[in-house]
Structure formats: structure tokens, C-alpha cells
């Protein structure tokens, strides 16, 4: 079997055989002695994983990734890579902006239509019953109409985040795949 030793960032450090389980510490170890290994980095091998730990003979091996170790995580984007901000998060601001603008205008249609209704309950000797009807009506078509468009376009900036991270994600998982078959040479 083949075990594969990483970075806590993912980079792949190398890799050893053993033919048991039983075998892992010692060949660890040896392993160790050649290559920079440090704590937190990780061991990936069938399924199972070990993190590297600081122990009193040097370092030992602790089943699982440790909680301290980070997970796999993969860049939003190829300019994540070199920032330290997620790029969600500056990801079409005009468009999250827009979002802001149409729920701004949807709570104000409705301060309006109130005030139209209100408006229309003070002159209703003199065709205040036409205001109410069309401020209640006007107002509850365009709070709702204003909404779903903000919505819509969160909706349309969420889409466009889950595709990435899948692609990036499939992408990921193909050249860990093609990395594992071929012996670890990228």
C-alpha cells in the first residue's frame, strides 16, 4: 500500500510502502528521517488518515486529522491563491449592490403605499377608498416585486459560487486522483 504525506496546506510531501498496517510508525519514522516532516503535516493511505504529532521520542502518529490541522480547502479562484481576503466577498459588487438598491426600493414602495392608505383613510368622503385600494395593492405588488428581484440576483451570485467550487473541486479531486495513480510526480 501506498501512504502519501502532506503539508497541512495540502502540499504533498512524498510517499513510502508498507505492506500492513502494523507496519506504518517504524516505516514513518524512517521516512521522517529523510524528507522535512513537521507536525500537523498529515499521512493519507486507504481510506484512513494520521497526523503528524510532536511526541517525546520525536514525532509519533495520531489516527485522524487532528482539529488544529486544516482541512482540505481549495482557492475560490486562481487570485485567492495569492490573497489573504476571500474573493466571494469582492465577487461582482455591482451585482450584490444591486441586490442592496431593489430591497432599499422594496421597504420604501411600502413606507409609500402606507402612507397612500393612510392618506386615503383621512379623504375617504372624497374617493379615498380608490387610494386605498390601489396603495394597498400598488404597495404589496411592489414590495414583492422589488424583493424577488434582489433575491433573484443573490440567487444568480449563489449559482455562479456553487458551480465554481464544484468545478474547482472535481478538478481538485482528478489531479489529487492523477497525482495518486501516477506515484505521486504531478
Known sequence: ?????????N?????????TFEELH??????????????????????RSWTAIKGV???QLADGRLPQTPQRTMP????????????????????????TIYRIFAYVTGIFAVIIVIFGIVKIDRGGVSLIIWGALGGVIGVITNL?????????????ENTRNTFLS???QNTHDAEQYSGGNP
Open 57 to 59: 521520542d520525536g514525532l
Open 1 to 9: 500500500m501506498k501512504v502519501f504525506v502532506f503539508k497541512p496546506s
Open 26 to 47: 517504524s516505516a514513518f519514522r524512517t521516512f521522517a528521517e529523510t524528507h522535512d516532516v513537521a507536525p500537523n503535516d498529515y499521512l493519507e493511505c486507504s481510506g
Open 11 to 19: 502540499e504533498n510531501i512524498g510517499k513510502f510502502k508498507i505492506d
Open 76 to 99: 475560490e479562484s486562481p487570485e485567492e491563491v495569492d490573497s489573504s481576503k476571500p474573493v466571494s466577498a469582492s465577487r461582482y459588487p455591482m451585482l450584490r449592490t444591486l441586490s
Open 148 to 160: 424577488a428581484i434582489a433575491e433573484g440576483i443573490k440567487v444568480f451570485i449563489g449559482i455562479e
Open 170 to 172: 472535481i478538478s481538485r
